[in-house]
């Protein structure tokens, strides 16, 4: 990312695009990010990491950490019995707060948070 200013934006077929905004550009393209909508992005304040949720019940954090500027898959979670529709870094970026569709929070430690 080094300091870029980048959108994402999420489809209904599952795919993530970022945009570059200095360069007024698409800059890449997650095809098949998820098997169903995206629902929640979220970029991690001052790291190049993004976290994304969807209707197909899981949240996946993504690292942009390779010289081309394309992020690749880190971590995902599931857990949800419903989509979840609000993510946040929580506790210093330590750990993920979800709320999902199914009346439900979860607080999972990204210390533990696998892939």
């Known amino acids: ?6 959108l994402a ?6 795919v993530i695009s970022i945009w570059n905004l ?6 890449s ?3 098949e ?35 081309d ?3 690749h898959l880190l971590r995902f979670r599931t857990g949800h019995c419903a989509p979840p529709l609000c993510i946040s870094f929580y506790a210093n970026g330590r750990h993920i ?3 999902g569709q199914d009346r439900a929070f979860r607080l999972c430690s990204l210390i533990q948070f696998r892939i």
């Open 9 to 14: 934006s999420g489809g209904s077929s599952g």
């Open 69 to 71: 500027g394309d992020p």
């Open 33 to 67: 990010a998820h098997d169903n909508s995206i629902i929640s992005l979220h970029f991690f304040a001052n790291e190049p990491v993004l976290m994304s949720s969807s209707a197909d019940n899981s949240i996946k954090m993504w690292i942009f950490d390779t010289s």
């Open 29 to 31: 393209v997650i095809r």
């Open 97 to 99: 707060l979800s709320v």
């Open 1 to 6: 990312m080094d300091g870029q200013p980048l």
């Open 22 to 27: 200095e360069k007024r550009r698409l800059q």
